[in-house]
């Protein structure tokens, strides 16, 4: 079991990374995804998410989460072969929280020097807490 922390990495760069680790067998649970970073600017990252959630028809679908620790792990679902055997399987060894479980404080989390947002070479970023702040999350 793989325990990664989500703070100040970049969502797409993490998700692939753990897609692969996810396929290949290994559990993983990710904590502090609300901290998790989307690069881009802040009107555009907003308004593909507020278009990813009224989509579709209320009783039939498609449903897209409110949650910062939902919408990681939907992001990661995109990565995988879900709609296949061997995607659902890595999907359920999956786990994504927010902040830091009481199981997990012992454990010292991974993180991917490769995804840090300090790679950035210019500034324009928006936390993944913030995305599900705007699309009407009242207890985060």
Avoid: W
């Avoid at 793989?2 to 559990?27: F, N």
């Avoid at 620790?69 to 929280?97: N, S």
């Amino acid at each position: 079991m793989t325990v990664i922390d989500a703070k100040d990495m970049i969502i797409g760069r993490m998700a692939t990374d753990i897609a692969k680790r996810a396929l290949m067998g290994e559990q993983i649970d990710i904590v502090n995804c609300e901290q998790a970073v989307i690069t881009g600017r802040k009107e555009e990252i907003l308004a593909k998410f507020r278009q990813r959630r009224v989509r579709g028809i209320p009783l039939k679908g498609p449903y897209f989460p409110r949650t910062s620790d939902r919408i990681v792990r939907r992001i990661i679902r995109g990565m995988l072969p879900y709609k296949q055997e061997k995607g659902r399987t890595a999907y359920k060894r999956i786990m994504c929280y927010i902040g830091v479980p009481e199981k997990f404080k012992e454990e010292k989390p991974e993180t991917n020097k490769e995804a840090n947002y300090s790679r950035l070479n210019n500034m324009k970023y928006l936390r993944v807490g913030d995305v599900s702040k705007t699309l009407g999350l009242k207890g985060e």
